[in-house]
């Protein structure tokens, strides 16, 4: 059965640090995404990786991916409190997703 | 925005209830996807409807049933409502062969007392 962990669940930083979320999958597949969602929201597409060794920056986040590890992480540069959500990623196949990061970020 | 929405938002059901849920996609997405999110987890795939055939499933009873549509819009039925059923459900429209990239509607937060 495929399975996809993140972690940490809990992520506190303070504003202006840098840090790295991970997330790994238990099977192959072609393709991870990663989103953002805000309490009581919906969920935001931040990212598709397609290949390995995919790359892709998007402000302060970027996103990368190595599925001979069966990994990818999305790192955090500098945050800033509007990056305060929760993120996901989710493999493809059955768009399986990961628990969540719970990110909050303080002055 | 993202295009995608979903009717109703809020919706108290009680159990043994049968309910319907909406979701309207963008123009050209040919594919669509339903999730059930429950407070503080991750979203999990129910099913998804590609060219109104049912094109792959989650680990759900057949109490939860869809339809897709040709004007892009499809259905989440769900008989028998059991409290556990209680979550957000969410679509997620999909133009497959563009990257597949989903977009999500606004979900509908549905309660069973």
């Known amino acids: 059965e495929l399975k996809v962990e993140q972690n940490p669940l809990f992520l506190s930083m303070q504003e202006g640090k840098n840090y790295t979320i991970y997330c790994n999958y238990s099977?192959?597949?072609?393709?991870l995404y990663w989103y953002r969602q805000d309490p009581g929201k919906s969920l935001e597409s931040l990212f598709v990786l397609l290949s390995n060794g995919a790359v892709k920056q998007e402000g302060r986040l970027m996103a990368s991916l190595d599925t001979k590890a069966r990994l990818s992480t999305l790192h955090i540069t500098a945050a800033v409190h509007d990056l305060s959500a929760t993120y996901f990623c989710?493999?493809?196949?059955?768009?399986?997703f990961g628990a969540g990061t719970r990110l909050t970020v303080k002055p | 925005e993202t295009g995608v929405t979903q009717s109703p938002t809020h919706l108290i059901k009680t159990r043994g209830q049968q309910v319907t849920l909406r979701c309207s996609s963008q123009?050209?997405?040919?594919?669509v996807s339903w999730y059930q999110q429950a407070l503080g987890q991750g979203p999990q795939f129910i099913f998804q409807y590609y060219r109104e055939e049912e094109n792959g499933r989650g680990n759900f009873p057949p109490r939860f049933s869809g339809l897709q549509f040709p004007n892009y819009s499809s259905e989440l039925n769900v008989n028998a409502l059991e409290l556990d059923d209680s979550a957000l459900y969410l679509c997620?429209?999909?133009?497959?062969?563009?990257?597949?990239?989903?977009?999500f509607g606004p979900g509908t937060r549905l309660t069973v007392l």
């Open positions: 989710a493999v493809n196949n059955d768009m399986r």
């Open positions: 099977t192959t597949s072609d393709r």
């Open positions: 123009s050209g997405h040919n594919t």
């Open positions: 997620a429209s999909t133009r497959q062969g563009y990257g597949d990239e989903q977009f």
